[in-house]
């Protein structure tokens, strides 16, 4: 039979061999340092509060941090103010199995804070091993566990604790998806009840005083340990994944804790005895390398919490990947560094270390096992980068590529031969490297050992040349005034509502800039007031300044400015911030005296002049009665010269032709009312003539046209009707 030290030792080298698979899939890009567990050690320690020593005031946040600060790490560290938080506890009652079980655990884990356990205490954990449900076993069985194991003195009989008895128990609460229930068959199966009833499994595997006579019935307790190993494997499936790369329980880093922590505390006490311990060959998930990079992401990605509760819990899966041997696939971190560099040959070795690579597993310890038959090279760099091999560092975990001084021979070849010398190197380039190790080689084929790590590098570049012009818009025919960077135009531009500015920009460098900004900044109160982005034009970038134009309505207010230039790029190596490069004066034109002589009114808002006296003469008055009898005489006449066509015409037609108006009997009315109709009309006219506008007219004009045409239709229809009727006859 295989001794338990020899068993240890077969899971040490199955973790090492898993470490290697795991080298050749997967990897993370950081690791766990001890800064992460001061970090978080600080944060729990921070919660305390400083009446009671609780932290954050809560019984179950006391219960996580109190172990927590117990953990063997870099950070470990006594629990702050243990005897002001000792009588707090001691003062506290519990409403609760819950709210026992973490009181009763937290005063044992304080030196001197429990001596002895009261004897309601002993008969309630005596009654809850065969509780109805699973939650309340599983606080009575751990806190016998650990009252049972503590030293000197154990402060729990578990001799007479029946083993058996209660693994049969807890499996009483299993349902038929291998998962467990709270309380009776019928309930819902739920991942954080499987993981207690785990737990309890394991705290009974390992309860100290038993002499282990339930050993004796070791197929009983392997069929009930089987039926364990079966959930365990079925919990372990129920991870939910996030964003592709990251994996947890029940979407809570809680249950992704309660679930790790159960799963590895069984697995070790199954371990513990060599006639169980074949089992765990069952469980593989903790050596998929795949699944344990996934779910170490998810918990790194909770090294910045502030919650006391969350640190914990990181904490503790951290010691567990640290320590455990049931977690033999641990995660190892890829980190690359330095991958910013210059085509520039005055840019080099200018804050320019060379790409480095640096190999370890999570926790910043070597994996490569070889310094010298270990291989990290550039395989492919696109487009037409540089390919080569990197240099090993004495650590035998770190690599360098001088990727700067091959991509400035690339530059160099390119300029010698005058080939695509324009476009130049700069650039994003996607880099693929190969990490391989002598020591990884082997049943995997010409393939394993091998990794493949894609990463991108930039390469920069700067401006060559760099000119500002400024001139004014009237004068620019004269040409404008122009610097080169970094010189400052010494004079100051007067800029006002009828004198407009002009700048101009011109660059030159084989990346043209995709960022041009303007700043205008007050001199009086060191404020910027206006960021303005010129326009382009080929080469040049240029902006006029119009104070009649709103966008340039900040500078409207009389004052100094000086201007700034700042011009960048993503593939500038640093952007060019020209301060100061000139300034202006903007001011309010004042109104000139107007001379009367020269005076011309053409577009004035304001009139200068004002108006003269009415002019009033005084005439001679006129004899009232010769005025009224001319008037009269002259309007007689105009009438007799107007009204006489149309007596003529009147005349003409009854007189000489003898026309005369005859009504029929059936059109009599008809006939009547079309003539008086004519008459309105005319009167109408007459009213137009003499006083109406043309609106009261044509209003009363379709009143009264309406009935005209309507008498004089059916004058018409009734006189067709009566001719046709005499053909007839």
């Not at 449900?133 to 003195?153: E, G, M, N, Q, R």
């Not at 394993?448 to 060559?464: E, F, N, Q």
């Not at 960022?515 to 007031?529: N, Q, Y």
């Not at 009167?683 to 009261?696: D, T």
Request: glycine letters at 4%; aromatic letters at 10%.
């Amino acid at each position: 039979m295989v001794t338990h030290r020899a068993l240890r030792w077969y899971i040490l080298l199955l973790s090492l061999l898993y470490n290697q698979c795991c080298l050749v899939h997967c990897y993370l890009d950081r690791v766990y340092t001890a800064s992460n567990d001061r970090y978080l050690t600080s944060v729990i320690v921070s919660s305390q509060d400083s009446d009671s020593a609780l932290f954050e005031k809560s019984l179950l946040t006391t219960f996580y941090a109190t172990e927590a600060l117990l953990l063997p790490n870099e950070a470990a560290t006594t629990i702050p103010n243990a005897g002001q938080l000792c009588d707090t506890l001691r003062s506290q009652s519990a409403s609760s199995w819950e709210e026992f079980h973490h009181l009763l655990m937290t005063r044992l884990r304080l030196h001197g804070c429990l001596d002895t356990v009261k004897s309601s205490s002993l008969k309630k954990l005596n009654d809850g091993p065969s509780a109805s449900k699973l939650s309340t076993v599983y606080f009575a069985v751990d806190a016998i566990y650990h009252l049972a194991s503590h030293t000197p003195a154990a402060l729990y009989d578990a001799s007479q604790l029946d083993v058996v008895q209660v693994l049969r128990h807890v499996q009483a609460f299993q349902s038929s998806d291998q998962l467990f229930v709270e309380q009776g068959k019928n309930s819902k199966s739920s991942v954080h009840k499987t993981a207690i009833a785990l737990s309890i499994a394991a705290k009974l595997l390992s309860m100290p005083q038993q002499e282990q006579a339930w050993l004796q019935q070791s197929e009983q307790v392997h069929t009930l340990l089987s039926s364990f190993m079966d959930a365990a494997n079925a919990l372990v499936r129920t991870y939910v994944r996030i964003e592709e790369d990251k994996v947890c329980y029940s979407n809570s880093l809680t249950a992704t804790s309660t679930v790790l922590e159960s799963l590895d505390a069984f697995l070790a006490a199954l371990s513990q005895h060599p006639q169980f311990a074949s089992m765990t060959a069952a469980f593989t998930k903790f050596g998929d390398a795949h699944y344990m990079e996934c779910l170490t992401r998810y918990v790194l990605s909770f090294t910045s919490t502030t919650s006391p509760t969350s640190a914990r819990h990181v904490l503790r899966l951290m010691h567990m990947f640290r320590s455990s041997l049931q977690v033999y696939s641990r995660p190892f971190s890829i980190a690359l560094q330095h991958q910013v560099f210059s085509d520039s040959e005055a840019d080099k070795g200018v804050d320019e270390a060379p790409l480095t690579v640096r190999v370890c597993d999570l926790f910043g310890a070597s994996v490569l096992r070889q310094k010298e038959g270990t291989r990290v090279e550039i395989v492919s760099s696109e487009p037409r980068g540089p390919i080569g091999a990197f240099t090993a560092l004495d650590d035998g975990q770190t690599f360098v590529y001088a990727f700067g001084d091959a991509i400035r021979r690339r530059r160099r070849r390119r300029n010698d031969s005058d080939s695509d010398s324009e476009n130049g190197v700069h650039g994003f380039y996607a880099v693929r490297i190969e990490i391989g190790d002598d020591h990884l080689r082997g049943a995997g084929g010409a393939g394993a050992g091998v990794i493949g790590v894609s990463t991108t590098v930039k390469v920069t570049t700067s401006l060559s040349k760099t000119v500002f012009g400024v001139a004014y818009a009237k004068k620019a025919d004269d040409g404008y005034y122009r610097v080169p960077y970094p010189e400052r135009i010494v004079d100051t531009y007067e800029v006002s509502p009828t004198q407009k500015l002009k700048f101009e920009i011109q660059t030159r460098s084989l990346q043209r800039p995709r960022h041009i900004s303007i700043e205008f900044v007050a001199d009086a109160s060191g404020a910027s007031v206006l960021q303005m982005t010129p326009k382009a034009r080929q080469q040049k970038y240029a902006l006029t300044i119009d104070l009649n134009k709103e966008v340039f309505a900040a500078l409207r207010a009389e004052g100094t400015y000086s201007v700034n230039v700042v011009i960048g790029d993503a593939l500038y190596r640093e952007c060019v911030t020209w301060t100061q490069v000139v300034r202006i004066a903007c001011i309010e034109e004042e109104e000139d005296a107007v001379d009367e002589h020269d005076y011309e009114p053409v577009n004035d808002e304001v009139p200068t002049w004002t108006p003269k006296a009415a002019i009033a003469h005084t005439f001679a008055e006129a004899d009232a009665e010769a005025t009224s009898q001319s008037a009269l005489l002259f309007a007689l006449v105009f009438c007799g010269v107007v009204a006489l066509p149309l007596l003529y015409f009147l005349y003409f037609v009854f007189a000489s032709m003898g026309i005369s108006l005859v009504f029929d009997r059936e059109t009599q009315l008809c006939s009547l009312s079309f003539i008086l109709a004519l008459c309105a009309i005319g009167g109408v006219l007459f009213m137009f003539w003499w006083q109406w506008n043309i609106f009261e007219a044509g209003a009363w004009l379709s009143m009264v046209s309406a009935p005209a045409l309507w008498f004089g239709y059916t004058v018409l229809k009734m006189h067709l009707k009566n001719r046709i009727n005499s053909k007839q006859e």
